[in-house]
């Protein structure tokens, strides 16, 4: 509380407010935050000219050139509200400790203050209030956690500053393998939220030790597993449901400024950490051994804790900003630094001290502390322990690397038995579902754990992973067949639904509908997706997935003619889905702040302006981009939790047919059903970068948003910004292709748009006959939108098009007249005229109308020159690529159709 939120509105006044409203909340320590204010103050500020002031009224984005205007307030009034504000919430608040206080004013005060002032007009800019409004690029929240995570202390007497403080890396893994080794969409879904629930598990040891403003990467406000710990400690956060854990949302590594710089005590603190994550393990294969009647030999218990050990794998490194008990130096930092980029600091360091308005100290050296961590950590990767896996027996079913540990097998036993003796036979296990361990499946201990981990959730954890199910391929791929049926064919749905349900009785598959649809079942049971699927409707399958020993024939009848009547009203379902991950570009050269703006955007625009020439001219000699601070790292924290929390989530399951794996800031993995792929692609690419705006309560594409602040729900929402770019990679799938497979390409799609130079999109069509599609292309060419581009693509062969459509013959007849005008790599080799011509050409040819319909020549041909240039300038866009170009027609195609 050393600075107040108001602080911006009037600045001379603004510590005699920060203790009349600390008065009101009964806290104390203003004065004491003096020390931390300054070295936070140091590393926003150091370069800003003596004896400038400043009026708020503007606010810079952080990462970009984009700015807001402020006008219209009045201060006197806003203080006023401030104070009852204030007040109003120290008697709330009376009965807490000051440890719970804490917790409580960084949760709720900006929503408390928003409820409250919620009617006036410069309320949206709450989230932006800037801590200096002469440097307005950062607010007045990110530097009072960075103030707040300090360990400093001013010496008033002798005008020295004491500090004691280590920058703090952490990450679990390994992550790419350990989600996408998964045979269902349970386990895909479950790898994720392990990671993201063990890395908040070794937060935990610094947030209740410190506090959660020491993580400044990720931002842990409002997080869902941070809301849920706050309230399991008698803080109860605003707004918070219960059902977000759901959703993992932490990534897999953080860093924190940890106040010491003792080896032994943080060294004692990691161990804290790895104790937790290791009993959290511990504690999961304890609680599902006991639900299941487990209770393994000593040999095979010795194997399950072998396998365990392995996991997670954890590594640390510290960068302590004090040695010998003098602030580090450039001098310390040789071995990380050529001695130009030490010399090139040095001189920024003199240049503040002489002309700036803070005295340097160890917060304008923050910017090489960081890449210094980064730099330990990955000498310290390379360095991972060798661990030789003496395992010989028969490899699980799911990760192909460990032992089978545990099996079900109803013919052949000796399948497992003959090579894992050990290894535990839950095929008569009642309690063991079908969905934890399927019939010839056989599973080692790790990805037991992973499969089985709701059990662990619902038990010690939380109620709401009760009856937890992950939809299936097939549920995501019928989505939109089900949205349809319940509209139109209802009372057929849900005929079909009590046969199949009179069939399989206490093994009826229920599952959890797609977000979207929930509101539609009105709390009824929603029949798993492949029993829609005509071909699934056989004895044979009854046996295999349900496990029914005998099925009437006349039933089976009964139901494929109960699936006839509604796939007659509304269409047969489509078996083909989609896998999506999006992951920001470069972000380790964000957060080195490689790829910050120009210095001068730091500023203020009229202070920048007012500056003494010789001051900028000299500043930018020195330095020509924004320095790294802890407030530009939590300001990509905060843009990056804004796109999770505040975008994704809305973007792929409540505005469309899908449903989200994880949604980690940068990275969102997710299953969406064709009908809405194209908006969902779309949508998660341009809301990453702010380029969108909120109308009626959805996400619109606004390409020509270049502030990076969003307005949502009231109030200005910082994004990454226009500058920052995000890669996606997208497979689509029928519902039986092996989820591994699907998943091993998504990946390869996403690194294939990275290396293609970024800022793309790769899509790959996998059809069930093995033949595969793929393109790749840039998200926007001459300031259009390549998705926008292919839904009219994919329009133009719509068959029920009134304008007119292209038959399918179009793809295959251009094609063959470009066989052989194309190099190994596909690109094409002829003219410009050539390709204009024949798109003309073959798509006048192919050109066809709706029966019945009639329209003019003139409207022929401005329909077919409208699709021609169109198609032209999507060809080059593609640097003339002839395969990608076919590619794309067939997979707009393919979308638009609804699979083959």
Same mark, same amino acid.
């Given at each position: 509380?050393?600075?107040?939120?108001?602080?911006?509105?009037?600045?001379?006044?603004?510590?005699?407010?920060?203790?009349?409203?600390?008065?009101?909340?009964?806290?104390?320590?203003?004065?004491?935050?003096?020390?931390?204010?300054?070295?936070?103050?140091?590393?926003?500020?150091?370069?800003?000219?003596?004896?400038?002031?400043?009026?708020?009224?503007?606010?810079?984005?952080?990462?970009?050139?984009?700015?807001?205007?402020?006008?219209?307030?009045?201060?006197?009034?806003?203080?006023?509200?401030?104070?009852?504000?204030?007040?109003?919430?120290? #008697?709330?608040?009376?009965?807490?400790?000051?440890?719970?206080?804490?917790?409580?004013?960084?949760?709720?005060?900006?929503?408390?203050?928003?409820?409250?002032?919620?009617?006036?007009?410069?309320?949206?800019? %709450?989230?932006?209030?800037?801590?200096?409004?002469?440097?307005?690029?950062?607010?007045?929240?990110?530097?009072?956690?960075?103030?707040?995570?300090?360990?400093?202390?001013?010496?008033?007497?002798?005008?020295?500053?004491?500090?004691?403080?280590?920058?703090?890396?952490?990450?679990?893994?390994?992550?790419?393998?350990?989600?996408?080794?998964?045979?269902?969409?349970?386990?895909?879904?479950?790898?994720?939220?392990?990671?993201? *629930?063990?890395?908040?598990?070794?937060?935990?040891?610094?947030?209740?030790?410190?506090?959660?403003?020491?993580?400044?990467?990720?931002?842990?406000?409002?997080?869902?597993?941070?809301?849920?710990?706050?309230?399991?400690?008698?803080?109860?956060?605003?707004?918070?449901?219960? !059902?977000?854990?759901? %959703?993992?949302?932490?990534? !897999?590594?953080?860093?924190?400024?940890?106040?010491?710089?003792?080896?032994?005590?943080?060294?004692?603190?990691?161990?804290?950490?790895?104790?937790?994550?290791?009993?959290?393990?511990?504690?999961?294969?304890?609680?599902?051994?006991?639900?299941?009647?487990?209770?393994?030999?000593?040999?095979?218990?010795? #194997?399950?804790?072998?396998?365990?050990?392995?996991?997670?794998?954890?590594?640390?490194?510290?960068?302590?900003?004090?040695?010998?008990?003098?602030?580090?130096?450039?001098?310390?930092?040789?071995?990380?630094?050529?001695?130009?980029?030490?010399?090139?600091?040095?001189?920024?360091? !003199?240049?503040?001290?002489?002309?700036?308005?803070?005295?340097?100290?160890?917060?304008?050296?923050?910017?090489?502390?960081?890449?210094?961590?980064?730099?330990?950590?990955?000498?310290?990767?390379?360095?991972?322990?060798?661990?030789?896996?003496?395992?010989?027996?028969?490899?699980?079913?799911?990760?192909?690397?460990?032992?089978?540990?545990?099996?079900?097998?109803?013919?052949?036993?000796?399948?497992?038995?003959?090579?894992?003796?050990?290894?535990?036979?839950?095929?008569?296990?009642?309690? &063991?579902?079908?969905?934890?361990?399927?019939?010839?499946?056989?599973?080692?201990?790790?990805?037991?754990?992973?499969?089985?981990?709701?059990?662990?959730?619902?038990?010690? &954890?939380?109620?709401? *992973?009760?009856?937890?199910?992950?939809?299936?391929?097939?549920?995501?791929?019928?989505?939109?067949?089900?949205?349809?049926?319940?509209?139109?064919?209802?009372?057929?749905?849900?005929?079909? @639904?009590?046969?199949?349900?009179?069939?399989? @009785?206490?093994?009826?598959?229920?599952?959890?509908?797609?977000?979207?649809? &929930?509101?539609?079942?009105?709390?009824?049971?929603?029949?798993?997706?492949?029993?829609?699927?005509?071909?699934?409707?056989?004895?044979?399958?009854?046996?295999?997935?349900? +496990?029914?020993?005998?099925?009437?024939?006349?039933?089976?009848?009964?139901?494929?003619?109960?699936?006839?009547?509604?796939?007659?009203?509304?269409?047969?379902? !489509?078996?083909?889905?989609?896998?999506?991950?999006?992951?920001?570009?470069?972000?380790?050269?964000?957060?080195?702040?490689?790829?910050?703006?120009?210095?001068?955007?730091?500023?203020?625009?009229?202070?920048? @302006?007012?500056?003494?020439?010789? *001051?900028?001219?000299?500043?930018?000699?020195?330095?020509?981009?924004?320095?790294?601070?802890?407030?530009?790292?939590?300001?990509?924290?905060?843009?990056?939790?804004?796109?999770?929390?505040?975008? &994704?989530?809305?973007?792929?399951?409540?505005?469309?047919?899908?449903?989200?794996?994880?949604?980690?800031?940068?990275?969102?993995?997710?299953?969406?059903?064709?009908?809405?792929?194209?908006?969902?692609?779309?949508?998660?690419?341009?809301?990453?970068?702010?380029?969108?705006?909120?109308?009626? +309560?959805?996400?619109?594409?606004?390409?020509?948003?270049?502030?990076?602040?969003?307005?949502?729900?009231?109030?200005?929402?910082?994004?990454?910004?226009?500058?920052?770019?995000?890669?996606?990679?997208?497979?689509?799938?029928?519902?039986?292709?092996?989820?591994?497979?699907?998943?091993?390409?998504?990946?390869?799609?996403?690194?294939?748009?990275?290396?293609?130079?970024?800022?793309?999109?790769?899509?790959? %069509?996998?059809?069930?006959?093995?033949?595969?599609?793929?393109?790749?292309?840039?998200?926007?060419?001459?300031?259009?939108?390549?998705?926008?581009?292919?839904?009219?693509?994919?329009?133009?062969?719509?068959?029920?098009?009134?304008?007119?459509?292209?038959?399918?013959?179009?793809?295959? #007849?251009?094609?063959?007249?470009?066989?052989?005008?194309?190099?190994?790599?596909?690109?094409?080799?002829?003219?410009?005229?050539?390709?204009?011509?024949?798109?003309?050409?073959?798509?006048?040819?192919?050109?066809?109308?709706?029966?019945?319909?009639?329209?003019?020549?003139?409207?022929?041909?401005?329909?077919?020159?409208?699709?021609?240039?169109?198609?032209?300038?999507?060809?080059?866009?593609?640097?003339?690529?002839?395969?990608?170009?076919?590619?794309?027609?067939?997979?707009?195609?393919?979308?638009?159709?609804?699979?083959?």
């Amino acid at each position: 509380m050393h600075d107040p939120i108001d602080k911006c509105f009037d600045i001379p006044t603004h510590i005699e407010r920060a203790k009349n409203y600390a008065q009101k909340l009964a806290i104390s320590g203003v004065e004491e935050g003096k020390g931390p204010d300054q070295i936070a103050s140091c590393m926003e500020r150091s370069l800003l000219a003596k004896g400038i002031t400043q009026d708020f009224n503007e606010v810079r984005h952080p990462f970009c050139k984009g700015s807001l205007k402020i006008e219209n307030y009045n201060k006197e009034k806003i203080f006023k509200a401030f104070e009852e504000i204030y007040k109003k919430i120290g #008697k709330e608040i009376s009965n807490l400790d000051d440890k719970k206080k804490f917790f409580y004013l960084w949760r709720n005060l900006q929503d408390r203050l928003f409820e409250n002032l919620k009617a006036e007009p410069w309320i949206k800019y %709450l989230p932006l209030l800037p801590a200096d409004t002469r440097v307005p690029d950062h607010s007045i929240w990110e530097h009072l956690k960075i103030a707040s995570a300090i360990n400093a202390y001013w010496d008033g007497e002798n005008k020295i500053f004491y500090q004691n403080n280590s920058l703090f890396l952490f990450t679990i893994g390994p992550v790419q393998s350990f989600i996408s080794q998964a045979r269902k969409t349970q386990d895909f879904y479950m790898g994720s939220f392990i990671l993201s *629930f063990l890395t908040f598990k070794a937060m935990e040891v610094i947030i209740d030790k410190y506090g959660p403003t020491n993580i400044i990467y990720p931002d842990l406000y409002k997080q869902p597993l941070m809301d849920f710990w706050l309230r399991k400690k008698g803080v109860e956060p605003i707004g918070f449901n219960e !059902n977000s854990i759901q %959703l993992p949302t932490i990534p !897999n590594r953080f860093v924190a400024i940890l106040p010491t710089t003792d080896k032994e005590e943080i060294t004692h603190l990691t161990n804290s950490m790895k104790d937790n994550i290791k009993e959290t393990v511990k504690n999961a294969k304890n609680t599902i051994f006991e639900e299941f009647s487990i209770g393994p030999s000593q040999d095979t218990s010795n #194997k399950i804790d072998s396998q365990l050990n392995e996991f997670p794998e954890i590594y640390w490194v510290a960068v302590p900003w004090k040695i010998d008990n003098r602030d580090i130096s450039f001098d310390d930092l040789k071995e990380y630094f050529e001695d130009e980029v030490l010399k090139n600091y040095q001189d920024l360091w !003199n240049f503040a001290g002489e002309n700036g308005e803070f005295k340097p100290n160890i917060g304008l050296m923050y910017e090489l502390l960081y890449s210094t961590l980064e730099k330990s950590m990955g000498a310290r990767k390379n360095l991972r322990e060798f661990k030789q896996i003496a395992e010989k027996g028969r490899k699980c079913s799911v990760c192909g690397e460990r032992d089978v540990v545990f099996f079900r097998e109803t013919d052949n036993k000796d399948k497992f038995a003959r090579f894992n003796p050990y290894a535990i036979d839950l095929t008569d296990t009642e309690k &063991v579902l079908l969905k934890y361990l399927a019939n010839g499946e056989g599973l080692c201990a790790i990805c037991f754990i992973k499969r089985t981990f709701e059990i662990y959730l619902e038990k010690e &954890v939380s109620r709401v *992973f009760g009856n937890l199910t992950f939809p299936s391929t097939a549920e995501v791929a019928l989505a939109d067949f089900k949205e349809r049926a319940l509209e139109k064919a209802r009372e057929a749905y849900f005929a079909f @639904q009590k046969i199949f349900e009179g069939i399989s @009785q206490a093994r009826f598959p229920k599952v959890k509908p797609m977000p979207k649809l &929930v509101s539609l079942f009105n709390d009824i049971g929603n029949l798993e997706g492949q029993w829609f699927y005509e071909e699934n409707l056989t004895e044979e399958s009854f046996r295999e997935e349900l +496990g029914l020993k005998e099925i009437d024939g006349q039933v089976i009848k009964e139901l494929r003619e109960g699936l006839r009547k509604i796939t007659e009203r509304v269409g047969k379902p !489509n078996p083909y889905y989609a896998t999506l991950h999006l992951d920001g570009d470069n972000m380790g050269k964000w957060l080195s702040g490689e790829l910050l703006p120009e210095i001068e955007y730091a500023y203020n625009s009229e202070v920048w @302006q007012g500056l003494p020439e010789e *001051f900028k001219k000299e500043l930018k000699g020195k330095r020509t981009k924004k320095l790294l601070t802890p407030a530009i790292h939590a300001s990509i924290s905060t843009a990056l939790r804004n796109y999770a929390l505040e975008f &994704v989530r809305k973007i792929v399951e409540e505005e469309h047919l899908g449903k989200l794996i994880y949604a980690g800031g940068d990275d969102v993995l997710a299953f969406v059903n064709l009908k809405d792929l194209f908006d969902v692609m779309q949508k998660l690419r341009w809301a990453f970068s702010g380029q969108i705006k909120v109308e009626n +309560g959805e996400i619109r594409i606004d390409i020509n948003n270049q502030t990076g602040f969003v307005e949502k729900d009231g109030r200005y929402l910082l994004s990454m910004g226009p500058e920052a770019t995000a890669s996606m990679g997208v497979v689509i799938a029928h519902y039986k292709t092996p989820l591994q497979i699907a998943i091993g390409k998504v990946f390869e799609m996403e690194k294939k748009a990275k290396k293609e130079c970024r800022n793309r999109f790769a899509i790959c %069509l996998m059809k069930r006959s093995g033949e595969e599609r793929i393109a790749t292309a840039e998200w926007k060419y001459d300031d259009k939108d390549t998705i926008d581009t292919l839904k009219e693509i994919a329009k133009s062969f719509d068959e029920n098009n009134e304008e007119g459509y292209i038959a399918k013959g179009f793809i295959q #007849k251009f094609a063959l007249e470009f066989k052989h005008l194309k190099d190994e790599k596909g690109n094409f080799v002829g003219t410009a005229e050539i390709i204009k011509q024949e798109l003309s050409r073959l798509l006048y040819r192919s050109f066809n109308l709706p029966k019945g319909r009639k329209i003019s020549e003139e409207e022929r041909r401005n329909f077919i020159k409208n699709l021609a240039d169109k198609m032209n300038e999507l060809f080059w866009s593609i640097s003339g690529n002839i395969d990608y170009f076919i590619n794309f027609c067939i997979i707009a195609t393919f979308i638009n159709k609804g699979g083959d």
